[in-house]
């Protein structure tokens, strides 16, 4: 099991990278969600050739449960799209999202051959992931002004961060730890959105 | 049973009552500050790995509860801080219903100082960034109330503390595991860097205190206070451990001079925007950053009374926070303008809430007979033989913050036009001159205060050499 996931360990890269540019470019709340089940999925499967696969499902239920938290929040506010960023706010252009995104990418490519983080045991493959994943991320979170796409920055740096700390620390209270975290940051995000929502929600009901 | 899960227990059992009680803020109050201030009893003075009788019951309560391999533990080394923290938290939540500061004020806070203790308890002690940033997420809840919620702050604060938290634990994995020593100097720098900007985030060195500048201005001040509070000290904190657990990074000379150089920074900057700020809640936050770089001077001196004076600033400025942020609150509650005209002749007609505020900046900036003051003294005389010019600057940092008060009392001493106020409760007149009588207290005997220092650094052993 452990050869197959080495073996398509590219794929799952690839995956993270696609399901981060999506999360940064679609303002759809399906594909939204949808690119970032992907995403924990991909994480998984990198953090599975460090950890085990147990260690990994863990991680991806606790994703999931991340998915299902957004998906939730943002089907309960159909009056308000909390995804899409306002007029005024500059990621509302999209030729600049994806300008942004291909200068992160063509960054991440070139850090990633570097082997910037240093960490002994871990893999090219588990470099170019995450620091895919945490470059996408910090850009979400810095550039949007959404509280669940900022959140949802915030996870995909985390994410990215869990691909390279698997292949150093292996303790469960650590993984534990951080899969709380996720979840908090999801919740943390759907409180946010439903505050920020609530004002326009009263303002179409009267 | 043991200590450590007896204060989880307790604590979520407030908690809970915290959230029922959420709409009654009096009985909410009253119920959070009491279970406090029993916790600080409880770490304080409890027999811990002592057999002793309770209602004829023998019991021994252990220091230690193992969790998924690690450990909680309940230790001599942080009792003191430990029980401070939940003091502060019971002095702040039993004031808590006069300010208003949001239905989820005494739970949020409950969670956030529980969080802080347990990072406080766990070992190893690198963890103890992952619980740092469970109680940011709990602070969302104290920064964002429903009507009042400041969503900018709140994605600042949680994007901060993650990256804080990412930096300390790969820090506090590369330490150990990788062998990082002074003869190490590429590893040495590389984990020196990523420490740096971890506890800049947890200390709110610029321009990590953003959200803060946000918060400050739009949630309520007094839950802030709360959340600003706990968090900048259990970095502190957090940071002498980190000086205590490793010898080479406390004995790097140019570590102590790269310390002195962030606070010397923080005193000019925060003295500049302290004076220039057009709101006081956000003239406050560059105080804040004033009294933060005083702190790391006091670090810097790299001996025993610059460790004692860092904490026991770091101990006053809590109260100092808290009797502004009570001050304040009261005097916001009429309205919603924060910016200095909305502040004009308050003084005249709230006397008892502007003078609270007004003595919590004062100690805040370390001005004389106030709570601020004899740590910034005893910096002084500590920095006056091996660093004169840097003894200057505590002096100068004390003027310019002692400035901005200035600049404050003469905008509520200023004549504004009739204005409808409501009048005080008794209770509201008797926590605001409680906080007053605290500050000045403190100011003029030190002494009450320092003995709790002196403990809390007693677990700090490395640190006492």
Known sequence: MSAVLTAYAPWAVASAAITGVMLVVLDDRRWLTIALVAQYLAAG????DALGLAVAGAQILGGLLVAIIVWLTWRNLEAADQAVPRANDLMALRSFRWVVVLLVLFAGWGLGRRDWMGLPGLTSTAVFGATFLMLLGLVQA?????????VIGVLSLLSGFGIAYAAVESSLAVI???IIVHLGLALAGSYLTILQAAPSERGVEG | MSAPVIISLVTLMVFGLGIVLRHRPLASSVVTASGAMALALFALRAPIDQPTEIFGIAVKIGDSFQVLGRSLTLSAGNRAVVGFLFVVAGFVFGAGWAARPGAYFFPAGMVVVGAVVAALMISPFLYAAAFLEIAALAGVLLIAPPGRASIRGSERLLLFYTLAMLAILVTGWMLPSVGVTRATPELAAR????????FAVLILVPPFHIWLLDAIEESSPYAVVLLVGVLQSAGLFFMLRFLDNYEWLRTDLGLMADIRLVGAALIVIGGLF??????????????????LGVTLLAVSINTPVGYQLALGLSAVRVIGLAVWGLGISVLQREQSDRKTAALEGRGLDTPIASAAALVGLASLSGLPMTAGFPARWGLMAALAGQAPGVALLVIASVMAEGLACVKWLRVLLSPAGPRPTRGHSRAEYAFLGLGISLVLSLGLFPQLVFPWVVQALSGLKNLLL
């Open chain 1, 45 to 48: 499967w990198l953090v599975a």
């Open chain 1, 142 to 150: 810095s550039l949007y002004r959404a509280p669940m796409r900022v």
């Open chain 1, 176 to 178: 534990a730890l951080l």
């Open chain 2, 191 to 198: 984990a020196i860097r990523l420490l740096a900007l971890g």
């Open chain 2, 274 to 291: 302290a004076l220039a700020e057009r709101s006081m809640a956000r003239s406050v936050v560059y105080v804040l950053m004033g009294d």
